[in-house]
């Protein structure tokens, strides 16, 4: 959250005693959203913009930008925005904040924003689809069938029930799975450093000290934590090869990975390989390390099945994600300290 002096100044800076603004919109908005704030007064220009562009200074002649993630406000775009310009705000529609250079916008009096909770439950219903789709071979009975194979007899999965699911980070998202996984019967354990045993405990979770005793005695992973230097390539051989391939009751349901949270967290050549020697049964992207992943040979692979980054890609959440933004953005020009400030 920005502190009152950093709020207190950044507002003497910018002069936002203005009530209304110019405001680029790069990467799309619902169009509810944009009606509120032009209804508010503003003026909402939807436009995408190549990097190119975005070095040489086009969101110079901005008061505030709005992003999702095909967007990166890299410290030289940030730079280029303010040389000469009025860019004072910027807004992450959605919860990660990676593609930003936060310390570079707080240099330059910029407040960043995101919005946390409005795609939660969508990333959460993601998750639980992909857990399903892996462990009962949804998408490979769907591959087999459109190519004339009636593959009945091959293709036998397992239940969710009766397995752990071991979850890495325990933010509101996980907690969504937590909540959803336990109705499937399965027994959640998880892992985050910055969340207590006993926060867990409350909702039915144990928490593990270590992340490796995460993996030791888990069939299922799920991914949800942030991209960081501590986080890179978590997901690794040395871990995937620890995961157990039967549930508690001895059923041999294999070990399973999912990652809806950031690429790069998974090391996919990590998976691949794990994939291709048996140590790892199935894994389910919806982010990769580099995006568009279209040449990433894991999509290849019959045990692997992805998504291409639609967690937040919901009717519901969208509308949710620009009408939280929406608010966020009248209340800076109105001075005030918006609710999710991040800076």
């Known amino acids: 959250m920005c502190s009152n002096v950093f709020w207190g100044t950044l507002i003497e800076v910018l002069g936002r005693e203005r009530p209304v603004g110019r405001i680029a919109v790069t990467d799309g908005m619902a169009d509810a959203a944009v009606a509120i704030l032009e209804d508010a007064g503003h003026e909402v220009v939807l436009a995408h913009y190549t990097p190119e562009e975005l070095r040489a200074g086009s969101l110079a002649e901005f008061d505030a930008v709005?992003?999702?993630?095909?967007?990166?406000?890299?410290s030289e775009v940030i730079q280029a925005s303010c040389s000469g310009g009025r860019l004072g705000f910027i807004g992450r529609a959605g919860v990660g904040v990676?593609?930003?250079?936060?310390?570079?916008?707080?240099?330059?009096?910029?407040?960043?924003?995101?919005?946390?909770?409005?795609?939660?439950?969508?990333?959460?219903?993601?998750?639980?689809?992909?857990?399903?789709?892996?462990?009962r071979l949804i998408t490979r009975a769907d591959r087999s069938l459109r190519s004339g194979d009636w593959a009945k007899k091959s293709l036998r999965g397992s239940e969710l029930g009766g397995k752990r699911l071991g979850l890495i980070g325990f933010g509101r998202i996980a907690r969504g799975v937590a909540e959803l996984a336990s109705a499937f019967g399965m027994e959640v354990r998880t892992f985050?450093?910055?969340?207590?045993?006993?926060?867990?405990e409350d909702l039915g979770c144990q928490m593990h000290d270590d992340v490796d005793?995460?993996?030791?005695?888990?069939?299922?992973?799920?991914?949800?934590?942030?991209?960081?230097?501590?986080?890179?390539?978590?997901?690794?051989?040395?871990?995937?090869?620890?995961?157990?391939?039967?549930?508690?009751?001895?059923?041999?349901?294999?070990n399973h990975v999912v990652n809806c949270a950031r690429g790069g967290i998974v090391d996919e050549i990590a998976v691949l390989e794990a994939l291709?020697?048996?140590?790892?049964?199935?894994?389910?992207?919806?982010?990769f390390e580099v995006e568009p992943a279209g040449d990433n040979p894991l999509l290849q692979h019959e045990r692997f099945h992805g998504s291409p980054h639609i967690g937040a890609a919901t009717l519901e959440a969208q509308t949710r994600v620009g009408t939280e933004m929406a608010g966020l953005l009248i209340s800076f020009f109105k001075g005030e300290n918006p609710e999710s400030a991040i800076n």
């Open 66 to 74: 709005v992003v999702r993630s095909a967007t990166k406000m890299s």
């Open 98 to 135: 990676d593609n930003i250079d936060i310390n570079s916008a707080t240099d330059n009096r910029i407040v960043v924003c995101n919005t946390p909770g409005a795609s939660s439950r969508s990333v959460v219903e993601l998750t639980i689809g992909h857990l399903i789709a892996t462990t």
């Open 192 to 200: 985050d450093p910055f969340v207590s045993a006993k926060q867990a």
């Open 213 to 254: 005793d995460l993996f030791r005695n888990c069939t299922h992973i799920s991914v949800h934590c942030n991209l960081s230097d501590e986080t890179h390539h978590l997901v690794n051989a040395d871990r995937l090869a620890i995961m157990p391939t039967s549930a508690p009751d001895g059923t041999p349901c294999g």
């Open 276 to 287: 291709e020697d048996g140590t790892l049964a199935s894994a389910a992207l919806d982010v």
